[in-house]
């Protein structure tokens, strides 16, 4: 429980500078063209940013089983493009392909290399906030974890890309929560190890056993109490996007106001810190666009795992865990049916993501066929997506060793 108030002070903080901090009276003309890029891109949501770059993009919605509505983005490709498949993680959305712009997001790499990219948004974030019957301002429609995300969003997902491409199989990348639900998905639905011809796991997580991130250990000691007193508060969404983003995205975090080293903070009290690799000039991009919303049961279920160092279903306490599941203890996800070769992409630095927790993992997935290390002490969880130099240091092998299945995906 080390640094709860730690965070509770900085929230606190970052919202007092957001009613007394105004913008305009600390750029010179010489940045405004700069300036201004980073502003339109802090706002522009995931396929007007696409557009702007002089990339194609396409919107495409589909329901799951649950009925929930989701929407995916498309960079698409020419008529015999590979079809790869990117999820992001937790708190975020598609856009965290495209934030660092082209030569630097991963999706216009990829697009670049050929591939027809789809990026998936899970429930509850920014873009899929919708559902045939129950609002999100109702406490029903936030009943889920990423548990849910894994069963139905996915699968959901996945088979719209592949009856709209006509491909029978197609590469899956995924960031942090984005591994965790593919991770779900397989064990409870192996079949859906014939629809991908390989995973890349960027920073994946399974086992959380050995987590340094403060707010996840936080979560870890008080989830029985958490939950309890988001019941009362009649919390079921954590940040989503919406005021405090904009406020920071275009006041807060502008690079050598006083408040960056706030937002800062914040940022990386969940993920982790390595100002080597950080834009800051990308700051207000990023916080624009993160956190894009998630319910209080996905952070409560990593909570969970932390705390029990066991990859399992979320735990409602045994009484209404037997009537669930049918035992008093939640099931633990079957790692060992996964089929699909998997390669693991990791750092020594990362706070969510620890070496020692991949390597458990590792040697649960019977089909983990590489485990790779990013060639950087630092290296961090959000590196992943938003590092200066990810390209040269996970990118470029990622897209290498993808090449290497290409002629499956006709
Ligand atoms: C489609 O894209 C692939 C990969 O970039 C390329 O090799 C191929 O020549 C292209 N085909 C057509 C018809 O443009
Ligand atoms: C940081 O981002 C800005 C704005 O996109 C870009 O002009 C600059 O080259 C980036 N810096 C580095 C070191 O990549
Ligand atoms: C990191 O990126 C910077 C700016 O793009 C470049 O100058 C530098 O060579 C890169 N470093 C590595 C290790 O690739």
Known sequence: MFCWTNIVVQIILVVIFCNF????????????????????????????????????????????EDNYLLEMHRIP?????????????LLSSSAEWVLMTPGRGLAY??????????????????????????KPTSSLYWKFSWHEIGYYDLPAMIDYVIAETGVPKIQYIGFSQGTTVFWVLMSMRPEYNDKIIAMQALAPVAYLGNVKSPLIRFLGTFT????????????????????????A????????AVTQAICTNLLFLICGFNAEQLNTTMLPVVMGHTPAGASTRQLIHFGQLYKKGTFEQFDYGWLRNKRIYGTYKPPSYKLSAIRTPVFLHYADNDWLSTPTDVMKLAKQIPSAVGIHRVPMAKFNHLDFVFAINATELIYNRLINIMRFFMNESK
């Open 21 to 64: 901090v105004r913008s305009d009276s600390y750029y010179s003309d010489e940045y405004e063209e700069e300036y201004n890029d980073v502003q339109d891109d802090a706002r522009l949501n995931t396929f007007s940013l696409i557009k702007k770059y002089g990339y194609p993009c396409e919107i495409h919605r589909v329901y799951t």
């Open 77 to 89: 490709g020419n008529s015999s493009a590979p079809v790869v498949f990117l999820q992001h993680g």
């Open 109 to 134: 790499l990829l697009a670049d290399a050929g591939y027809d990219v789809w990026m998936g948004n899970a429930r509850g974030n920014t873009y899929s906030r919708s559902h045939a019957t129950i």
């Open 224 to 247: 029985n109490s958490l939950e309890l007193a988001f019941k009362l508060l009649g919390t079921n969404e954590i940040l989503p996007n919406g005021k405090l983003n904009e406020i």
């Open 249 to 256: 995205g275009q006041s807060l975090c502008i690079e050598e």
